[in-house]
T-cell receptor
């Protein structure tokens, strides 16, 4: 079985400071990892993914994430936070050996990111 | 490009009434389709997925059902809504690896 943990319900960061949203995962095989962002009453927007290759993945809106296999982590980062980054962020995982997507993604519970002006 | 539509955007229904939520996808063929429920603005729970017309897999036992009458149409239904069915319902389809989500339907059962 696969699982995702987002240990922080909420992260508060001052505008202009770097931000990190934590995610750890568990899969039996190799992981496919994803970050999504959700604004109030909206669907989830895809930010970035790690499938294979470089451990540092760059995505939309200046976000990046670093895959760390030994720590089974995939933390989301941004060098300089904007107030408009305030939203709910989800980490998700799928086992690369699962049936081509039919199993769906397993999501973490989400982390509220609040950027203070 | 691919687009995913959901309607209605919001719905308020009394307990015991029926439900039908619709999801359609444009710009792709034979997609894997998914229904998720999000309670209280937090985590997502996978309810159903479909790999083709008439093929539905249920992830959790519940008061809801799903159908896929056409390749790019996915419907979530209930014969009698419960208070616990309230939530934000999201439809998604599978890209190459990631999933892409529709705008969601906010369902309130009173």
């Amino acid at each position: 079985a696969q699982s995702v943990a987002q240990p922080e319900d909420q992260v508060n960061v001052a505008e202009g400071n770097p931000l990190t949203v934590k995610c750890t995962y568990s899969v039996s095989g190799n992981p496919y990892l994803f970050w999504y962002v959700q604004y109030p009453n909206r669907g989830l927007q895809f930010l970035l993914k790690y499938i294979t290759g470089d451990n540092l993945v760059k995505g939309s809106y200046g976000f990046e994430a670093e895959f760390n296999k030994s720590q089974t982590s995939f933390h989301l980062k941004k060098p300089s936070a904007l107030v408009s980054d305030s939203a709910l962020y989800f980490c998700a995982v799928r086992d690369s050996g699962s049936g081509g997507g039919a199993d769906g993604l397993t999501f973490g519970k989400g982390t509220h990111l609040i950027i203070q002006p | 490009s691919q687009t995913i539509h959901q309607w209605p955007a919001t719905l308020v229904q009394p307990v015991g009434s029926p439900l039908s939520l619709e999801c359609t996808v444009e710009g792709t063929s034979n997609p894997n389709l998914y229904w998720y429920r999000q309670a209280a603005g937090r985590g997502l729970q996978l309810l159903f997925y479909s790999v083709g017309i008439g093929q539905i897999s249920s992830e959790v036992p519940q008061n809801l059902s799903a159908s896929r009458p056409q390749d790019r149409q996915f419907i979530l239904s209930s014969k009698k809504l419960l208070l616990s069915d309230s939530g934000f319902y999201l439809c998604a389809w599978n890209g190459y690896n990631e999933q892409f989500f529709g705008p969601g339907t906010r369902l309130t059962v009173l």
